[in-house]
């Protein structure tokens, strides 16, 4: 699912995705050793939760 993030783009995902994006930002979260990042990443999760238990909603990353 990460491979899919375009840095100069947009990746929509639904709440169908999350559990494949949710274990992969999980995995990137563990290996984080930047605390900065880190906190990032739990906000990152945090959204990724909402939307999975929400049907209709979706998780927009949107590059530069």
């Known amino acids: 699912m990460l491979s899919r993030v375009d840095s100069y783009g947009t990746l ?3 709440s169908s995705e999350m559990d494949q994006f949710i ?3 999980e ?3 563990l290996q984080m050793e930047d ?3 880190k906190e990032f990443l ?6 990724a939760r909402e939307c999975q238990e929400e049907e209709e909603m979706q998780l ?3 590059g530069d």
């Open 27 to 29: 995995i990137e979260f």
């Open 42 to 47: 739990k906000s990152v999760l945090r959204l």
């Open 12 to 14: 929509i995902l639904s």
């Open 35 to 37: 605390p900065a990042v």
């Open 60 to 62: 927009r990353l949107d």
């Open 23 to 25: 274990a992969e930002i």
